[in-house]
């Protein structure tokens, strides 16, 4: 898999996931309440959105700041101007390090990038070492959720895999037992593997510090053991300063899991110094791929995203579908608007942008207030600009031009009532009460899973102009 | 007081009757209530599918005639007084002058429960439940409502005095119904979906009938629970506030 | 001076709780030692150099089969539970995170209310150091059908002695 988007979505219900999905998104309420209650909750969304903004609208400047300061504590900085540029750059710095098999820890970044596969490609083993990247990997699927990949599978299904790689069972409810399999089958790779490579939360332009957040400890392996450490970043995720990377590090915990810090924060300056024992070399790469140019336009606000999941949690669409069905990597809400953007005039992930009601409970959960539905609305114009629907085009210019004007929207509701005179009623198998099983164009979509009510016969502007004239 | 009734296409062409109770309440409220007779839609169709042109001039026709009147424009609707208000300064952004027409026009509008909590100071107005008397109400909260205009708890105060029934809490009341206009035509087995979570937990709270504020919303639940022949009723809260209001 | 604080040490342990890690305050290091050595027992130990974590282990062990990690923290941050700590000469990396209980001595007046402040002392002027790591409880996974589950990678279990010097 390379590139955002995998293959087209598939609209539909998963209910395999549905149980699941569910669990997930009650524990992220919990979460939510939880939240609110420790902190002033919009205080803190209007500051992370602040300090996102402030980032994203000096980004060329604080970018060169990052890089020269990571430069500066001996670290090597690669710009990426494209995704293949980044796996291109991190192939030769594992393959210059002698290593056919790296450590990973979980990168939305390196997945849209497909990072895996260049590696396997110059035949270097990439293991994910997040238990559920892990899990997914092991089982050849793609991750479903920005914080919990595996968020799809049932326990049965994670102890029959440990089951097949162990070479003895598994109690699907015995979960610690599963845990320790994953954390013994891992620990070996840790301490054998030459380049461990993580992904990155924010960097400090200040410092040149990068913190990466985790809740299992797999990043601070990744991190420690191996002698090389390489950390892709999209070049968004920079923000100025000490206050703001410490702000944004507690509102993602607070948005994902309701809790005031991750299990563990690391904060990385440069390989290591002064008698720390940790990596020799650190490779920090900067991937653009699309991010720049979305500065200066509707969608810029898209790139203060803090990759929290909770848009996934809120979102009714999501929680019916998951995220396989999506076809994307990055899914959601913010997958639906990102996609998209970042593929720019291309038109590859624009029925995304149809994924949604517009409810804007994704705008609600943000901890960075960005307009995702306002998005979603411009993405679709601008799919429609560049690739037409003749048919839905001619019906809403011929609507548009009927109801600008009195006598066209009286004229279409007298039609309609006549319309549905006793014949299409008959036609239409309508109940007496005004409900129907089938409806013509443009509307058949409907009574594919509902019965649609009929126009009324003497619509309310009539019943007034013949009670109240006028 | 005055007011202009905004009364909305699909109340106009589907649920006239909304329409009529609309009136008779605010009138039994004691304000007089015009009916600007040129109105249409506000686009919001267009708007949400991607047809901005298209969106303004159906929403450039709704300023014209509402900048014509005076006063407070009042919707049974939150859905169609979230698109004035917000999303009309976005699709006339570049236009200046209809930008300060859609501005001054936004502000007038109001969504009729939060008109009657906010504007008129009625906690409560009476009504009834049009049914057997004992039933079980759950409320759902339009998305444009709870969300867009922040007025989502209005309704719920207000059904609170409706005499004839009891409100009953429902899980995750919060979840969009899965109407969302043309996403409802555009992706059926999702919309779907979606109508038979907020059913379903409509049902197992006990519920007897789901009332809001959205005629969309209702349309598409109805028609859902028509379909699956499921006996939960399913009403405008104007029908319970004001059961037997005609023009 | 402790009353004033007291409030702060309080927020601090109901936070560590709520993450299911364990707060002992002691009077001393002496007394942080001791308690230390009750946690520890026979149990072989990977411990740092720290001379405050002198006289706790009785057998010492390579981080990987060791069962204690034995670490100084540099910094606590109340509203979170989370102990802060730079790794350095003698401060390894494997000692910090392998074995699967860990024991960290943490001085009160270390304690400050915001991670922001927790930082501030840590990277006072110049680079600071390269790796530091705010550890809030055991490490967890929930990516098994939610359920939570204490360490995986990290310790499972985390006891944080506080004392006054």
Known sequence: MSGRVIEPPDPRPDPAVRANLHRAAASWEAGRARAHELVDWETWRDRAQAIRADAVANLPELVDRLEQRVIEVGGHVHRAATAAQANAVVTEICAAAGASMVVKGKSMTTEETGLGEALAAAEITAIETDLGEYVVQQLGQRPSHILAPAVHLSAAQIAELFGRLAGHSFDPDDTRALVAYARGALRERFLEAQVGITGVNFAVAESGTLAIVESEGNVRLCSSLPRVHIAVMGIEKVVRDWAGAAHLVGMVSLAAHGKPAPASTSFVTGPARGGDDGPGELHLVLLDDGRSALRGTELESALHCIRCGACLYACPVYRQMGGHRYGSVYTGPIGAVITPALEGSGAEGSKLAELSSLCGACVEACPVKIPLDDQLVALRAAARERDPRRAEAAVFGAWSRLWSRPGGYRASAATSGRALGPLWRRALRAEPHGWAPRAPFPFAGWTAERDVRLPAARPFHRRWRERRGG | MRVQLFVTCLVDLLYPEVGERTVALLERLGCEVSFPAAQTCCGQPAANSGYPDDARRVAGHFIDVFAATEGPIVAPFGSCIHMVRHHYPRLFADDHERLRLARAVGERTHELAGFIVSELGHDEVGGRYPGPAGATIAYHAECHLLRGLGGGEHPQRLLAGVAGCELVEVERAELCCGFGGTFSLKLPALSAAMADEKLDSALRAGADAIVSTDVGCLMHLEGRARRRGLGLRVHHLVDLLEPSGAL | ?165
């Open chain 3, 1 to 165: 001076m402790v009353e004033h604080d007291q409030p702060q040490v309080e927020l601090f342990r109901e936070r560590l709780e709520q993450v299911d890690g364990r707060l002992l305050e002691t009077e001393s290091l002496a007394a942080a030692r001791a308690a230390a050595r009750a946690l520890v027992g026979e149990a072989t130990v990977a411990r740092w150099a720290d001379h405050e974590l002198d006289e706790i282990a009785l057998i010492e062990a390579p981080a990987a089969e060791a069962e204690y990690s034995l670490i100084r923290a540099d910094v606590a941050v109340a509203a979170s539970g989370a102990i802060g700590f730079a790794h350095g000469t003698g401060r390894g990396r494997a000692a910090g995170i392998l074995p699967p209980r860990q024991i960290a001595l943490l001085a009160q007046g270390d304690l400050v209310a915001t991670l922001e402040q927790a930082l501030a002392r840590l990277y006072g002027s110049g680079p600071g150091p390269s790796n530091v790591v705010f550890v809030a409880g055991p490490s967890r996974t929930s990516d098994i059908e939610q359920r939570s589950i204490r360490g995986v990678h990290a310790p499972r279990e985390l006891d944080v002695i506080m004392f006054r010097p």
